[in-house]
């Protein structure tokens, strides 16, 4: 799930509150490239007796192209892991300034220093397109986040600007030091299948094979791959907060066996890592 850390609606609080009502008894936010919510949700949870997995959502890059990787598990206060995430942070900051320019070019301006500021008022946040794409709803210059995404914001269209960053393996190393698994993000999304065999051949842990955008052929198609790969499963409903894209908490479980499975995965690399 997300917070406002990154690309969600809700702060820890409501978080909680939502997920507590969902009946919700172990959850993993998942923030874009930050683990700033990560103490603030596991200490109100805590209070409700809802277990927190830590977790990243990492964008790497692969040919041109975003890769989104989660990482579960891992040890969220690891140095090198928080140095990296504010690398990541900090490409952010340069890519939708770049954004925030060629919209200006097509007559469209968009107060980006306004969201950079938002962004810094809280160390560890991380700004992305959805908040470019909020801004232009707001500004009457697309009637939704998709609308913004589909003219201007996606890949391909005019205002998209590729993105530099970590390579998976990098992903991996960093994730795995810090005693996390990697499980690949929304594989029916990203539509990289044939990536899945080299990603597992070079570290990769897990597939999402739950998750709101899969159909069930998704589901059923990647836990087989998953189980040819000898690969781990994930999953998760990817909350954003009502009113976007992925707007239902709890509306997908992963099950208790996956889950220790998984579990034990990361157990697994703590140890290799001498954690
Ligand atoms: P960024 O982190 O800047 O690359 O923005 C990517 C995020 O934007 C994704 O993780 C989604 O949360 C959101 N997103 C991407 N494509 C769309 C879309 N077509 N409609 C709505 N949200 C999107
Ligand atoms: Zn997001």
Redesign the pocket.
Known sequence: M?TTA??GRLEPAALVDRARDAGLTTIAVTD??TTQAIDEVSRLAGADQIRVVPGI?V?SVDEGR?M?LLAYFVDHHDAALGEFLARQRER?LD??RD?AARLSKLGIPVDVEALIARARAKPGT????????RALVRAGHAS???E???RW??QGQPAYVP?IGPSPTDVFATVHAAGGVVSFAHPGVTKRDELLAPLAEAGLDAVEVYHSDHTPEARAWYRAVAGALGLGVSGGS?F?GVG???AVLGLVHLPPDEFEALEARATRRAAQAGR
């Open positions: 997300h990154s690309d874009h490239d959502e964008t975003d989104h952010r890519r939708v954004v991380a700004i992305g397109r959805p908040w470019i794409a939704s986040v998709a913004a995404f589909d914001l996606g993105r990817d954003h976007e894209t992925r």
